[in-house]
């Protein structure tokens, strides 16, 4: 494990997707969403995943220099097209375009299609937050999950985000993939050869096993059973088919289709505090929301009460002190590809 | 059990609502909504819930004559005061201030405080997929689950719904509390003097339990956990929060406080799908999606694979054509509202 600061492993980061190709305002906007990712704790998401992206665009399968383009407008809502780029990029660029009719309108919401893996919510979170907004977002993935009564993967495991600014310092931030499960954590179970819990997944001939390997060539399960189906399902339809996008087993895998694009899909809601009630209002009830929560009683054994995003706030305040962690394997991914593209590794390691 | 036609169950709600001082007009809309849930099987949300609702308006504690008002209007956002009418109708003259917006700025959100239960959900996903319109909706409600980690009734079992228009016959329903079960399947399994499965509820202790008068002393868990507790907390927040409505504990029991006013807030958001695609092409995606869905292979033992809201649209067809079951219970219930409002019970059974 190694400690970076976050100007320098964000700086390194858009050095090498540039050169890629990828122009130096989408780079920027990559390598922030890819280190408030590691920031917040959220490694899967973070610079790890930053030779699969440089992998997909020298392949071509991700065009570095794509726009994101206006399929329909109309009022408070963006049809985009990103145009098969950077998810992050193109995602936040949409959410530049949605924030002055959330302004004017109180409600905007935009759909995009023909865009990849977006990475963690946080970062977003925090950008709408710090615009007096509430964000709703939605993502379609590679299919992992299927149907309740089914088995064939059809379904990603369609994740649900909204954030709430609140006074409290950090925004409250619910982000949830709708499966039981992330399949790291099956991964994970496959290197110990641990077993895995029931309830967690299907072989591939749609039988419950409690077998890490057989569990990875079938599906995950949704999380509550047919509740889960039904909210994966939700996110599939405003996020695939509204959008125009590759709906489920359509959709591309980022790791295993090295010949084909992902056509993902996002559906993104911005609503502005100050069109429903007072800002000062709104933080009043939020905060004391917040307070009664972490004070009411708690359970036997629970030490203390958490509201979403709380945790994950105290890691990037750590983080951002004590350095970045990044494992072992990732720096030595990022120093192959510093010497591939002739890029300096030019961040210093934080040694506390 | 007694079945009634439909027309005529929906008449004898209405008059019995009338009686009470409710106008014709939300008296109607009132009596489709409750009827209504009844065909399509959700009869907990049905006409057995008009005795509480004309004992409440009797007690002071529903405004019967209540207005709906604007409180704040932003472009397509409307924040609305329900004057703690009827929530059902409220909820639709919300939907029906909401339309137009929708179909000018592509989308549209109200929030509605000083409301009560709404009922159930299919008939605001049937009238806005009437409208091609994606419907998704949010409420609080009495406190019944607990945030992780605690054991205080805190929030409500807050429900998230969306419908979407299909060329199916029926829109896609989605409509899940965020807890495990219903309270109402303790209370059933209370009465058969049952053990309730490990996972649905604590004491009043916060302890895990089995036995369901226990379980109906403490609360009901979250489905999947924390996962649960954040989307619980994202309804809160919604329909409690930013609406300017009661929070979590703050809400009234329908009938339990038969001494103070409910207060609930519900959350709409309308999407007009032209604003989106061109509605024959989203039409076409979307009955290709359930196609995909529905032929996709089954598990060992499972007989057909459903979309949600297709089952339903089944139970509504059936009770269309035999008459709508009502309990003997609710019967006896309706007799005495009748014969206490002087309402002649016109409604004839259908004996299949």
Known sequence: MHRYPKAGLQNL?????????VPPED??????SL???DLHGVPTHGVSRLSIYLKRIEAGLIDPK???TIDRRTGSVLALDAGNGLGQAQARKALDLLMPLARQNGVATATVRNSQHFGALSWYANYAAGQKMVLLAMTNGEPAMSPAGGYEAFFGTNPIAASFPTGKGFPVKIDLATSTVARGNIIAAQKRKAAIPEGWALDRDG???????????????TMAGHKGYALALMVEMFSGVLSGAAIGPDVGSMYKHLDRKQGVGHFFCLFHIDAFLDYAEYLRRMDETIDRIKTSKKRPGAEEILVPGERSARTAELNRAQG???SDETVAEIEQWCSRLKVAFNCHEVFC
Do not use: H
């Open 66 to 68: 794509a726009a994101l």
């Open 35 to 37: 280190v408030d990712a």
């Open 27 to 32: 780079a920027a906007l990559f390598a922030e």
């Open 13 to 21: 980061a858009a050095q090498l997707a540039g050169g890629t190709g």
């Open 207 to 221: 039988n419950p096993t409690m077998d890490a390997s057989e569990a990875l060539l079938g599906t995950v399960l």
């Open 324 to 326: 970045i962690p990044v």
